[in-house]
Structure formats: structure tokens, C-alpha cells
């Protein structure tokens, strides 16, 4: 079983609607979560940031964590074209040195104008 | 800006061949890491190196090593090729201790005959 589970969609909405991309996991020293989105053939890129339990917004972005579910989500407002992409959790226990990130699947997104 | 700058793009090699893959940061982080990429399987962490002169084993190293050249470059070797390592292999940097995001570069497609 994997330390995280992603569900690898893909997903299909029109352009405006909410999107609530999900994620779980199994290892309860996890304490980092990061969604990096990642375009065909480009390298993942950062989206958010989250430390330990609560919620996160940065513009249309909305990051949630729940600790004691073990259970995280994206939240993508008013949703664009230009959001189609692949989206990844990651999360790591690290806190000194190098981050050992584990990944999530990844959910293939499509924003349909 | 070029970031984090991985050579070759693409390869394509028989099996048993061996093949050095290379990646090079400009932002003097100190950590630096090897992933490949499966359908289905998210990012894996093959080998990372916390700081120049230092390099461990991620979740999947075998049939892999890694060369921490000098604090700008690191390396990935495959010493003898095989059909399973077909993959993308994604290199990417930071800089030390928490909160600080991976950068990655746009990968190497590897497909082993």
C-alpha cells in the first residue's frame, strides 16, 4: 500500500467551476504539504505550501490539511484553461537538511472553455 | 534564469548500455535530488544529496549511483541498462532546512530497448 494515495482522475470541468483536488496518506509523521502542478513536459513547479493542519489560500488556491483524518485537499476557485495540468501531492516528514518528499499519483486536470 | 538544467532531453538505449545522466543548478542550493516518473506511480526518489561532499539513498536506488560533483552538479548513472529504468528521470535543488521548495528541471526521457 502506498504512503500516499492520489486519485489519478483524470478530471474534466468546464471553465469556471470549482475544482477539489484530494489526497491521502498513511504516515502520521508527515508534517510538510506541498501541491505542485505540472504542465506536458515540464518539470513539477511549486503551487502551495502548508505546515502541519489548517488552511492556506493564495489567490484562487486554497490548500487544506487535516491531520487527524489524514487527509488533504486543493481548492482551485473560478477555474482556467491555463490550470489544465497535472497536479501532485507531496508531503515529508524532514525538518532538517535535505526533504524527502513522497508524492501522490497525481490527477490529470483538464479545464474545458 | 536557467535553474535547474538537465542534459540529455531524450536517450534511447539497449539494454546493458550504461548512461550518465546530468543535471546542473544555478540558485547554489545545497540539496539536490534524483526522481523518476511512472505512469501511475508519481515522482520517486532515487538518490539525494543533502549538501555537497554527502549523497543517500532515496526509495528506489538500485541500479542507479549518483556523483555529487561540486555544489552545482549531480549526476545519475546507469550502469547497466534495463528495460524497467525506461522512465523520466527528473532532477531538482533547494536550499537547506524547512520550508524551502524543490525546484525541478524539465527532465530526461530514457527509454531502454
Not at chain 2, 27 to 40: A, C, I, K, L, V
Not at chain 2, 45 to 68: C, F, H, M, Q, W
Not at chain 2, 80 to 102: H, L, R
Request: charged fraction near 20%; charge should be neutral; proline fraction near 5%.
Amino acid at each position: 500500500q502506498k504512503e500516499v494515495e492520489q486519485d489519478p482522475g483524470p478530471l474534466s470541468v468546464p471553465e469556471g467551476a470549482i475544482v477539489s483536488l484530494n489526497c491521502t496518506y498513511s504516515n502520521s509523521a508527515f508534517q510538510y504539504f506541498m501541491w505542485y502542478r505540472q504542465y506536458s513536459r515540464k518539470g513539477p513547479e511549486l503551487l502551495m505550501y502548508t505546515y502541519s493542519s489548517g488552511n492556506k489560500e493564495d489567490g484562487r488556491f486554497t490548500a487544506q490539511v487535516d491531520k487527524s483524518s489524514k487527509y488533504i485537499s486543493l481548492f482551485i476557485r473560478d477555474s482556467q484553461p491555463s490550470d489544465s495540468a497535472t497536479y501532485l501531492c507531496a508531503m515529508s516528514a524532514t525538518t532538517q537538511g535535505a526533504q524527502k518528499l513522497v508524492f501522490g499519483q497525481g490527477t490529470r486536470l483538464t479545464i474545458n472553455p | 534564469n536557467a535553474g535547474v538544467t538537465q542534459t540529455p532531453k531524450f536517450q534511447v538505449l539497449k539494454t546493458g548500455q550504461s548512461m550518465t545522466l546530468q543535471c546542473a543548478q544555478d540558485m547554489n542550493h545545497n540539496s539536490m535530488y534524483w526522481y523518476r516518473q511512472d505512469p501511475g506511480m508519481g515522482l520517486r526518489l532515487i538518490y539525494y544529496s543533502a549538501s555537497e561532499g554527502t549523497t543517500d539513498k532515496g526509495e528506489v536506488p538500485n541500479g542507479y549511483n549518483v556523483s555529487r560533483l561540486n555544489k552545482r552538479e549531480f549526476s545519475l548513472r546507469l550502469e547497466s541498462a534495463a528495460p524497467s529504468q525506461t522512465s523520466v528521470y527528473f532532477c531538482a535543488s533547494s536550499e537547506s532546512g524547512i520550508n524551502q521548495p524543490q525546484h525541478f528541471g524539465d527532465g530526461t526521457r530514457l527509454s531502454i530497448l
